[in-house]
């Protein structure tokens, strides 16, 4: 490749086109959450059982995304409050009349042709774009308490300007499938809107927060406990030499409470008792309390 063949692109470190792993671990729940929500308002309202699933979820620039979708499609512009830009429901417009024709008791198999909507199928788009947004509201909780409302419904890709061409859009893919069609789907977010709150959803641990996290897991992690008698002295010899039948006599009083002790560190202090068939240890004094 030449000097004149090679292209440079500038890299705007202020404005990343990835996200780190853990933000986009977020995200994907959160689209996962909004494709079931979705996917069951649909069945609800077109009255056939539908299914919506997630793919994936990628960052590109409003122009990239725009040059992804069909010509003819239609794109459901939505307002957040406090932003420019505005985020876009697209589907293929075939597939919204099929779901149109069921909704009014067709069958929804005829595929119709990519047109614009009548004013009352538009209507109908528009109540079906109402519980849809519910839905991501309901799925991004903190990440997009933005006020979320249909702007307008456009049905030209090249032409429907919702945010600059190079504003950073967060895309996520769906699969819908409505009784036996499937359409591919896509949900675009202006990445300003949600980024700025990602770590308030998902906080970076910091390293100060580190006596404090392990003193949290230290009050989770099992030890052993057991009650022992006092320990006996004896020597080497008496032990090589201990026999069937041989008896220990133990410097425990028969009216003392046993030692309660964690890894051989006395803790507290037992009388012995029972719970159902099985032994047990009645707390009667702390190392604390004494």
């Known amino acids: 490749m030449t000097d004149e063949e090679r292209v440079i692109e500038v890299y705007d470190f202020s404005r990343p086109t990835t996200l780190a792993?853990?933000?986009s671990r977020v995200l994907e729940v959160a689209f996962e959450t909004f494709a079931?929500?979705?996917?069951?308002?649909?069945?609800?309202?077109?009255?056939?059982?539908?299914?919506?699933?997630?793919?994936?979820?990628?960052?590109?620039?409003?122009?990239?995304?725009?040059?992804?979708?069909?010509?003819?499609?239609?794109?459901?512009?939505?307002d957040l409050e406090g932003q420019s830009a505005r985020a876009v429901i697209?589907?293929?417009?075939?597939?919204?009349?099929?779901?149109?024709?069921?909704m009014l008791g067709g069958s929804g198999v005829v595929a119709?042709?990519?047109?614009?909507?009548?004013?009352?199928?538009?209507?109908?788009?528009?109540?079906?774009?109402?519980?849809?947004?519910?839905?991501?509201?309901y799925s991004f909780g903190a990440l997009l308490t933005d006020n979320v409302s249909i702007d307008s419904i456009h049905y030209n890709s090249q032409f429907a300007q919702a945010a600059a061409p190079s504003d950073l859009m967060l895309v996520a893919e769906f699969e819908v499938r409505v009784g036996d069609s499937s359409s591919p789907?896509?949900?675009?977010?202006?990445?300003?809107?949600?980024?700025?709150?990602?770590?308030?959803?998902?906080?970076?641990?910091?390293i100060s927060d580190?006596?404090?996290?392990?003193?949290?897991?230290?009050?989770?992690?099992?030890?052993?406990?057991?009650?022992?008698?006092?320990?006996?002295?004896?020597?080497?010899?008496?032990?090589?030499?201990?026999?069937?039948?041989?008896?220990l006599s133990l410097p425990h009083a028969q009216h003392r409470p046993f030692e309660v002790s964690v890894h051989g560190t006395p803790i507290a202090r037992?009388?012995?008792?029972?719970?159902?068939?099985?032994?047990?240890g009645v707390i009667v004094d702390t190392e604390e309390s004494s």
């Not at 109908?124 to 991501?136: G, P, Q, V």
């Not at 675009?188 to 970076?204: F, K, S």
């Not at 003193?215 to 004896?234: G, N, Q, S, T, Y």
């Open 112 to 137: 119709p042709p990519d047109r614009r909507f009548t004013p009352i199928e538009q209507s109908l788009i528009r109540n079906l774009m109402d519980d849809a947004i519910e839905d991501l509201e």
């Open 21 to 23: 792993r853990h933000q």
């Open 36 to 78: 079931r929500q979705w996917g069951t308002e649909l069945t609800a309202k077109v009255r056939v059982m539908s299914q919506v699933g997630f793919s994936q979820l990628t960052v590109q620039t409003y122009d990239a995304f725009a040059a992804s979708l069909p010509s003819i499609t239609a794109m459901v512009l939505l």
């Open 185 to 206: 789907a896509t949900v675009a977010l202006p990445l300003g809107a949600v980024l700025p709150r990602l770590g308030n959803a998902n906080a970076v641990e910091r």
């Open 90 to 102: 697209q589907f293929p417009t075939a597939a919204a009349l099929g779901w149109i024709s069921s």
């Open 270 to 280: 037992a009388a012995a008792g029972a719970v159902g068939s099985r032994l047990a």
């Open 210 to 247: 580190a006596p404090e996290r392990l003193r949290e897991h230290l009050d989770w992690a099992p030890v052993e406990v057991a009650l022992r008698l006092a320990p006996l002295a004896v020597t080497p010899r008496a032990i090589l030499d201990l026999a069937v039948g041989d008896v």
